[in-house]
């Protein structure tokens, strides 16, 4: 267990900020570092938090020193604070101060709407870890519950690196909202996460794999476009970042990949060819086609909804005043400032979905949401690479982005995946069709039996392709302490 | 045709896209298109910055090749292609080289172990031949030390330093350099192989620098200008060669060393990589080190530090005391051998002068005979599971 006592917060705590010569900010995590620990240990099971998991460790930002295997208890894991290497003279890339040298400190006009970006970004990072709390319980493998703690450990490293700046740049309100990352907490009552996906509990494996494949991805975008923050320090996290959240997208695509593999490969086995033959490939212990396209309805739809309204101005302004950039802004071949550029949405209008012309300034989110689309359908197409070798007739899709949708123009009217608007009684008879029912979750809920042998997997999933770390097969990626 | 060369590929089938790899890479030499992430064979330097940043391990992949893959082929790819059949690939066969001077130099020091060397199964994967006789890399020596105080036997121990140049080397592979100036003919000298003494992660920790210790030998035209080297002096190298003289990453591996002279080198990489490594715990590591006298023994100063728990040293000595060679120690150590002999976790390892070798085999042939065992039936077992290890010269 780790010396709270005798933490020495200077060398405990890898870091290319200079911290040991950073006395107020040291104090500072000082002080949020206990209850950090109490956080970290109330949530996850005692006896996984006794375990020895085979973990990256990020010790410096270079390619060499950022992927330290090894295994470690997880209140033990070393949280740092890194951001990546400053790039000399780097300008602001967008926005009303494109051009200008990139703020080292914050400007003070745009204070609130930095704090609060930082704050938004680094409530999801505990959330997701709460939401995943008891998955250990039913881990179909030491290695995907490997995984799954790793994804915990960086989330909680995400939230460290977001009090890491709350503490040095904005003073006293700062700490007040780093500890206030600490008191809300997901799917509570009094003081829920402050975005509605992060309140969803995640009941079951497959869950996690589609969360981590849409969910994560839509932070991976937030990431990237606060990369692009003229903010530098913000754009420094941010970029570091990115390089963990590659593992959660890994974690989600091969997840989801996987299951499908397992189910093709038994109905193989069985002589099994229509995917709709439900029961008969459930009586497999696999789980079938057809409802992993309705789990993926759920999270795919979940996810859109965290991009927010389609025309914002608050999304405008993020992008005028160089706070928030583009997907890839720097790639991007244009003035970057988007005075007098117009983007397409689709909206409602007249109880039917058309396209319009809006201002591009407008419409940064609903860019930022196209790029997420474009990026998700990329492994959704490898997963129907998978599907096609074993021969199967099925076709994953991603559902259209007005049906299922909470948040934004198409919270307002009932659609079907492939778009076309539909009754709410329609809507009300034909849910279960797209999305898992009860019993879809039940029947799920009953493969999630935990298998802890090295090497062993659950039924409703095979293993992987390479280990982690280039180990092999039955290495043990967790090795379980039993009380 | 040209010499087949080594490529850098990413597989298709485990990459997810994220282009962390492409984001990492320092010369740009990775690019993608809407299907996939591909590395350009003609600006990959081999740093292998992308190696660890890779979340899937897709990353990881090589195939020696006569014609590099292009960028647009690699695009339209579903899946990896197989290694191509060029005869023999360093992948399936454990070739050491890819090319032929150093490939014969280095089958001819590993013949000693009876037949086809094979690397242990968790050593890690070796880089070779990423500086070759046309574009051999520049090192630059740090430091140039003597080893012994006999002047008969002057061993150097020296530091090169190769800056910015990538040199991935493993404990037990070899680099080779290029003494300046021509043979009689005219030529350029043909590059001479010198083992590496340090471990993977540098001479210090974290340095891209290596060690080399290096004998003087009287008319030896590359030992001398090596031993001669000043701090400051540029060195030309090829390499690194070597696929299959590695140690095995499993801390749990035991290791028996037996080496004189200059052999020393590997054991003492070794030795450095499990003290950086394993922090106390391991398998263990057993060594049986000859040399004429004390004062001629490289690194007696340095073994002495070496706790036994670690390292369980036999410093056997030929011409003082009770002049004894390698195998005579191994014979009164027979129940510690026999016993190594007989555990399936056990690594063996000879370097040195060739000559060592006959009575070194007629050593473990009679402690064999003693545990029931006949030695050419199990180190021909042990060779096939990489676990037997002879480089001499």
């Known amino acids: 267990m780790l010396d709270l006592i005798n933490v020495s917060y200077d060398t405990q705590i890898p870091n290319n900020v200079g911290l040991s010569s950073d006395k107020k900010v040291l104090k500072a995590l000082e002080r949020w570092h206990p209850g950090y620990i109490n956080w970290w240990n109330d949530l996850i099971p005692q006896n996984f938090q006794e375990s020895m998991v085979y973990l990256r460790t990020a010790v410096s930002v270079d390619p060499k020193g950022w992927a330290k295997f090894d295994y470690v208890k997880m209140p033990e894991y070393r949280w740092g604070v890194l951001l990546a290497p400053q790039v000399e003279d780097r300008r602001i890339p967008m926005g009303e101060h494109a051009g200008e040298l990139a703020w080292q400190e914050v400007p003070g006009e745009y204070r609130n709407m930095l704090k609060r970006l930082i704050v938004i970004q680094g409530d999801t990072e505990p959330g997701s870890v709460e939401q995943q709390r008891f998955l250990g319980l039913t881990a179909p493998s030491l290695y995907d519950m490997r995984n799954l703690f790793q994804v915990n450990v960086e989330e909680g490293r995400h939230l460290w690196a977001m009090v890491y700046l709350l503490f040095k740049y904005f003073g006293k309100d700062g700490r007040e909202e780093a500890d206030d990352l600490l008191r809300r907490s997901s799917g509570s009552d009094e003081a829920p996460r402050m975005l509605g996906a992060f309140n969803e509990e995640t009941p079951d494996w497959l869950s996690f794999f589609m969360f981590t494949y849409f969910t994560d991805r839509d932070g991976k975008m937030q990431l990237e476009s606060l990369a692009q923050s003229g903010f530098d320090p913000l754009s420094r996290t941010c970029r570091f970042m990115l390089t963990e959240e590659a593992h959660h997208m890994f974690v989600g695509e091969t997840g989801v990949g996987r299951t499908i593999q397992a189910t093709c490969d038994a109905m193989k086995k069985a002589g099994i060819t229509d995917p709709y033959n439900i029961n008969k490939i459930r009586d497999l212990g696999v789980i079938d086609l057809p409802t992993i396209q309705k789990k993926l309805n759920l999270h795919y739809t979940l996810s859109l909804d965290l991009f927010g309204q389609e025309v914002s101005t608050n999304a405008a302004n993020a992008f005028n005043s160089g706070i928030k950039g583009r997907y890839m802004e720097t790639r991007i071949d244009d003035d970057h400032k988007l005075q007098d550029a117009t983007y397409t949405v689709r909206t409602v209008k007249n109880g039917l979905i058309v396209a319009e012309e809006v201002p591009a300034l407008t419409a940064i989110n609903m860019r930022l949401r196209d790029d997420y689309v474009r990026d998700a359908a990329g492994g959704v197409g490898r997963w129907n690479k998978l599907i096609e070798k074993s021969g199967i007739d099925f076709e994953l899709t991603l559902p259209h982005e007005a049906f299922h949708r909470q948040i934004g123009v198409f919270a307002a009217i009932k659609a079907d995946p492939e778009g076309n608007i539909i009754s709410n009684d329609e809507w009300a008879k034909r849910r279960d069709e797209w999305l898992p029912s009860k019993a879809d979750g039940d029947y799920i809920q009953s493969l999630m039996k935990p298998c802890y042998e090295p090497g062993q997997y659950a039924s409703w999933i095979s293993p992987p392709k390479v280990g982690i770390d280039n180990k092999p097969g039955d290495f043990e990626y967790v090795k379980l302490h039993m009380a | ?393």
Not at chain 2, 4 to 15: A, G, R, S, T, V
């Open chain 2, 1 to 393: 045709m040209n010499k087949p060369i080594k490529q850098h590929l990413i597989d298709p089938e485990i990459c997810i896209r994220c282009y962390t790899c492409e984001m990492t890479c320092p010369v740009e030499a990775i690019v993608h298109n809407d299907d996939n992430v591909v590395v350009d064979a003609d600006k990959c330097n081999f740093c292998m910055d992308c190696i660890p940043v890779c979340p899937t391990g897709s990353i990881d992949e090589w195939r020696v090749v006569a014609e590099p893959y292009s960028v647009d082929e690699q695009f339209d790819w579903m899946e990896l292609p197989e290694q191509q059949d060029l005869g023999a690939s360093e992948a399936d066969t454990g070739m050491e080289a890819l090319d032929d001077a150093m490939a014969q130099l280095l089958a001819d020091a590993h013949k000693g172990a009876g037949g086809k060397a094979k690397a242990p199964a968790t050593a890690a994967k070796p880089s070779i031949n990423m500086h070759t006789l046309g574009k051999p890399a520049t090192a630059k020596v740090q430091g140039n030390y003597r080893l012994t105080n006999d002047p008969a036997h002057d061993v150097r121990h020296i530091i090169l330093d190769f800056g910015g140049t990538p040199m991935p080397v493993l404990e037990g592979q070899s680099i080779g350099v290029i003494p300046p100036g021509t043979d009689e003919n005219g030529n350029p000298h043909l590059p001479r192989l010198y083992s590496i003494s340090s471990p993977r992660d540098g001479e210090r920790p974290n340095y891209n620098n290596l060690s080399l210790t290096v004998k003087r030998e009287e008319m030896g035209l590359c030992s001398n200008y090596v031993c001669d080297l000043k701090q400051g002096d540029e060195v030309q190298v090829t390499g690194p060669f070597g696929a299959t003289f590695l140690m095995p990453d499993d801390p749990e591996a035991r290791l028996l060393m037996i080496c004189t002279g200059t052999g020393s080198a590997p054991m003492r990489a070794f030795t450095m990589r499990r003290q950086r490594t394993t922090g106390g715990k391991s398998g263990g590591m057993t060594m049986f080190f000859g040399a004429r006298t004390e004062k001629s023994l490289p690194y007696f100063g340095p073994l002495k530090k070496v706790p036994t728990s670690l390292l369980d040293q036999h410093l056997v000595y030929s011409r003082e005391g009770t002049k004894q060679y390698v195998q005579d120690v191994m014979r009164e150590e027979e129940d510690k051998v026999a016993e190594l002999l007989n555990d399936p976790k056990t690594h063996i390892y000879i370097c040195g002068l060739r000559g060592m070798e006959e009575g070194v085999e007629l050593a473990f042939t009679n402690i064999a005979e003693s545990i029931g065992q006949q030695w050419t039936a199990l180190r021909d077992a042990m060779r096939e599971e990489g676990r037997y290890h002879v480089e001499t010269y």
